[in-house]
């Protein structure tokens, strides 16, 4: 039990992300599982998700849970009140009530409770992990339980990294090809490990129901999905199942495997032929019913040009253009579909991979590559920037995790005072080239996922490393096991022979 007259250490509750403030109060709250949880009806899913994970009745009398809705909290804050009768959630937003039950949660490991009060509201709005699900595939139960583990942390992002060279992961029916194709590739050695093995191709791919399924469950826990179709490259697995949209440059692409081994390459699309184009906008505009998210990441990383120059209509566009370089024709390809998305009402968001500051002003700048001084260029020169900075927070390269944890992506030098504003947040990253199965995934990003949470969390001066150790031993990566036994048919979709 705290002593209400101590400020209590950074490691005297088991709290991850810890929270802004804390202040002890006397005494203790016991609960039972006759304690109930009573939401205002603005929370009543919020307080039903709280009685469910804790087994408690949503009625009933004595000391009990309260949800409250209280006016003029921050959007995504809550306060946190335990006292000896009881313990009241206050909010003004289901995101904020949502936060102070996990909160909550983490207290309740024990039978009885600290008094104390607790106020809190993160420190940054947006707090993403993304997943590469092309380079390996993951099942919709696999991707839920990584949204579980992301709701218990508070992040609110999930990047969800559909498309890429060895793998087209999401249905789009104007297409079919992109699946029964694009989908698939030759078994490798290093696929071996995985359940996702159909008819002797690995793959799989998610249908638009299961895509519908995963963002509703993703919505629960207040976390919306941010999806990525990459464009005008890393499109092996597209250029596979339509090689008219490939650049006329002797190469035939096909989906890539990850050994290696078989000189595939990252195939760039041939954007000078206006059917290539219009192909782009047709996948976004399936893309777009399915998530809500006001963003769409759009990629745009890692073009070869040596794939271009060969090609007459990409010449022809360059010239069209009246341009210098192939980089300034990638800048125009991608503010074509960042202009489409503002007329559909979305927000695209590119990698940084181009320096340029000709590219679409209202599209966010994704930094990954070091040093985030760029980064501070663009916010300096009115862009919106998000940053998961390579070095820090792409999780599959093996960050330091004290790197993980105490580097702060806001504070970076020279960045203007009206900038800030302009640093959206963060998001780390697992990238699947070796990540094979879910376990190696859990292997992968725990407990850097951890880490990166309380960074995107916490106030900067209450961030506390030897504390943030402390706490992390009460906090294990989840137990995993494989959704299929490898050789199995796995409950996704079927291989391309029984379609």
Not at 440 to 460: C, D, F, G, K
């Amino acid at each position: 039990m705290l002593d209400a007259a101590e400020t209590p250490r950074n490691d005297a509750l088991n709290l991850i992300p810890w929270p802004a403030q804390v202040t002890p109060t006397s005494g203790e709250f016991t609960w039972n599982r006759n304690t109930p949880v009573v939401a205002d009806a603005a929370f009543t899913a919020e307080g039903a998700q709280l009685a469910a994970a804790l087994a408690l009745p949503t009625a009933g009398t004595g000391a009990g849970i309260t949800l409250k809705r209280t006016p003029n909290l921050p959007p995504e804050g809550y306060t946190l009140e335990v006292a000896a009768t009881g313990v009241t959630v206050s909010a003004t937003t289901p995101a904020g009530a949502f936060y102070g039950c996990q909160t909550l949660r983490q207290l309740m490991a024990g039978k009885t409770v600290p008094c104390l009060r607790i106020q809190d509201t993160p420190r940054m709005a947006w707090r993403g992990f993304m997943l590469d699900v092309s380079r390996h595939f993951f099942d919709k139960t696999e991707v839920k339980a990584l949204l579980d583990a992301m709701a218990d942390l508070k992040l609110n992002v999930f990047h969800w990294h559909l498309t890429d060279d060895n793998g087209w992961r999401i249905e789009i029916k104007k297409y079919p090809r992109l699946t029964s194709v694009g989908a698939w590739h030759p078994v490798t050695a290093q696929d071996q490990r995985s359940p996702h093995i159909v008819d002797g191709r690995y793959g799989g791919y998610y249908t638009q129901d299961d895509v519908r399924e995963v963002v509703a469950y993703a919505a629960a826990r207040h976390i919306r999905v941010l999806p990525e179709i990459d464009m005008p490259s890393h499109m092996s697995a597209a250029a596979t199942a339509y090689p008219e949209l490939s650049p006329a440059n002797g190469w035939t692409p096909q989906v890539a495997r990850q050994d290696k081994k078989s000189g595939e390459r990252c195939a760039a699309l041939c954007v000078g032929r206006p059917q290539t184009v219009e192909f782009c906008k047709d996948v976004l505009a399936e893309i777009l019913p399915l998530f809500p998210s006001k963003e769409i990441h759009i990629g745009g990383d890692e073009v070869f040009y040596d794939q271009w120059d060969p090609c007459p209509d990409m010449q022809a566009l360059k010239q069209k253009l009246n341009v210098k370089d192939w980089e300034e024709v990638q800048v125009a390809f991608g503010n074509e579909m960042a202009a489409w998305l503002t007329v559909h009402g979305r927000t695209a968001i590119f990698w940084n991979n181009i320096y340029r500051q000709s590219v679409d002003k209202q599209a966010i700048n994704h930094f990954w590559r070091p040093p985030m001084t760029h980064a501070r260029d663009f916010a300096n020169a009115g862009y919106n920037v998000l940053i998961s900075d390579s070095s820090c927070y792409y999780f599959d390269r093996h960050p330091p995790l004290e790197r993980a944890y105490l580097n702060d992506p806001l504070a970076i030098a020279g960045l203007k005072p009206d900038a800030q504003s302009r640093l959206l947040g963060m998001e780390s990253c697992a990238w699947t080239e070796s990540i094979v199965t879910f376990q190696n995934v859990q292997q992968e990003i725990y407990p850097r996922l951890i880490a990166h949470a309380e960074s995107a969390w916490t106030p900067q001066d209450k961030k506390d490393w030897p504390a943030f150790q402390a706490r992390l031993t009460h906090f294990p990566a989840p137990a995993t096991k494989p959704a299929t036994k490898p050789g199995t048919k796995p409950a996704t979709k079927p291989g391309p022979a029984a379609q």
